[in-house]
Each structure stands twice: as structure tokens, then as C-alpha cells.
Nanobody, 120 residues
Framework: QVQLVESGGGLVQPGGSLRLSCEIS????????MGWYRQAPGKQRELVAT????????NYAASVKGRFTISRDHAKNTVYLQMNTLEPEDTAIYYC?????????????WGQGTQVTVSS
């Protein structure tokens, strides 16, 4: 059983910073993709950033490139999302996701989400 627990959300003023954390527990494959997604009220969930475990390669949504950074601490089984220069449009619930191969299947696991509100 894999579990993901996000933390670090909150209220921040425009231009401010937050760091989200996602602690992963359970049986984790060596080949996986970690990611952060977000969902604003009335909108579909969208990709924010992903990182491949083996290569370390990252991918970002155009709207956050240059402002957000995804990173991973393998020893702590934790993935981070550093968010700088936050804008009101970044307000959303942020979700952590783990996608990994289990046998012949590719399976997704999601955290419960953490609220980020950017407002003055």
C-alpha cells in the first residue's frame, strides 16, 4: 500500500513563496514518476511539474516555469515543490502523485491535497 501525504500549503501574499512537501510511504518502485498537480475552483486538474526517478529529468507547465522547482530527497522519500513569485492565479488545491510500474500495470497514487491561497 502506497500513501502520499502533502503538507506546506497556506495563505501567502502575491510575490511570496511556499514550499510544499509530499511524504511517500509503502512499496515504491525504483522506476517511477513523481508529480505535482493542481486544481482551482471550477477548473480541471492540471499538471504543474513532474520528475522521473531514474533520470531526474523534470517537466513544468509553462505557467510555472522559472518560478516553481520540483525536487526529491530519496533518503526521506519526500518530494518538494518550491514555489516562488506566487500569483493569485496559483491559488488551487495542490496534489502530489506517484506513477509507477507494478508488474505489467502502470498505477497512479494520489495524496489528499493541500490548499494554496495567494491573496493580499
Amino acid at each position: 500500500q502506497v500513501q502520499l501525504v502533502e503538507s506546506g500549503g497556506g495563505l501567502v501574499q502575491p510575490g511570496g513563496s511556499l514550499r510544499l512537501s509530499c511524504e511517500i510511504s509503502g512499496s515504491i518502485s525504483s522506476t517511477n514518476v513523481m508529480g505535482w498537480y493542481r486544481q482551482a475552483p471550477g477548473k480541471q486538474r492540471e499538471l504543474v511539474a513532474t520528475m522521473q526517478s531514474q533520470s531526474g529529468s523534470t517537466n513544468y507547465a509553462a505557467s510555472v516555469k522559472g518560478r516553481f522547482t520540483i525536487s526529491r530527497d530519496h533518503a526521506k522519500n519526500t518530494v518538494y515543490l518550491q514555489m516562488n513569485t506566487l500569483e493569485p492565479e496559483d491559488t488551487a488545491i495542490y496534489y502530489c502523485k506517484l506513477a509507477q510500474m507494478e508488474g505489467l500495470l502502470f498505477r497512479d497514487y494520489w495524496g489528499q491535497g493541500t490548499q494554496v491561497t495567494v491573496s493580499s
